[in-house]
């Protein structure tokens, strides 16, 4: 089993490698932020309660974001692996997918770190902004989701150095030569 947690801070490219990965590999994704927005747009209680943080750049609970893992991840049917691009992004988030995976005779493989100067960062977001219209793509949301970023999720690169799992990727410049530093990560622990 090849679960793969896709980590970095946003816009650090997670989706366009979460992606490849999986057209490569032939194992299921889970993007938590895809769920939600797939959740608001269909205007349920759950995406009504998920934009009000959203929109404030604020990260959704945990206890309910883990609720939502866990049955995204039991409603894959005679998996290969998982990658999952979003998730965990604090450490009660980490400790519970540890867990989850224990349950079922499973481990994370590795921890793969998109790392991205952050006015590479600013810069994408802002573009991805305009061309895709995601309402939390503007300035001011996007400097609260980086703030929040460096308090509640980057400690998780520790717990996962920790863990055993952790590897460094740079995160900018050609992408195929990110995506030929991932495959190259992969291939060590498949
Ligand atoms: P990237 O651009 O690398 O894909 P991102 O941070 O821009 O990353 P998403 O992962 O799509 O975007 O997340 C968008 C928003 O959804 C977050 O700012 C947060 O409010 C919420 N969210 C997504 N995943 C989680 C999570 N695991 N825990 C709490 N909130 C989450
Ligand atoms: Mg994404």
């Known amino acids: 089993m090849l679960n793969i947690v896709i980590f970095g801070a946003p816009g650090s ?3 366009t490698q979460s992606e490849m990965i999986v057209e490569k590999y032939g194992i299921n994704h889970i993007s938590t ?11 349920t ?12 750049g604020q990260l959704i609970p945990d206890e309910l974001m883990i609720d939502i893992l866990a049955s995204t ?9 998982v990658i999952f691009d979003g998730f965990p992004r604090t450490i009660a988030q980490a400790d ?24 590479e960062l600013m810069t994408r977001l802002i573009k991805r902004g ?23 999720t980057a ?15 740079k995160g900018y410049g050609v992408l195929a030569e990110i995506f030929a530093d991932v495959c190259k990560a992969i291939d060590k622990v498949k």
């Open 45 to 56: 209680e759950l995406g009504k309660t998920a934009k009000g943080y959203i929109d404030q």
């Open 13 to 15: 490219g997670k989706g």
């Open 73 to 81: 991840l039991d409603s894959f049917k005679d998996r290969k692996g």
């Open 155 to 169: 400690p998780l690169i520790d717990w996962y150095k920790q863990d055993g799992k952790y590897q460094h990727i």
């Open 96 to 119: 519970a997918l540890k867990a989850m995976l224990a349950e079922r005779n499973e481990e994370v493989s590795i921890m793969l770190d998109l790392d991205v100067p952050e006015e």
């Open 33 to 43: 932020g895809d769920v939600l927005r797939a959740e608001i747009k269909n205007g």
């Open 130 to 152: 305009i061309e895709a219209g995601r309402a939390d793509d503007n300035e001011e949301t996007i400097k609260k989701r980086l703030l929040v970023y460096h308090s509640q």
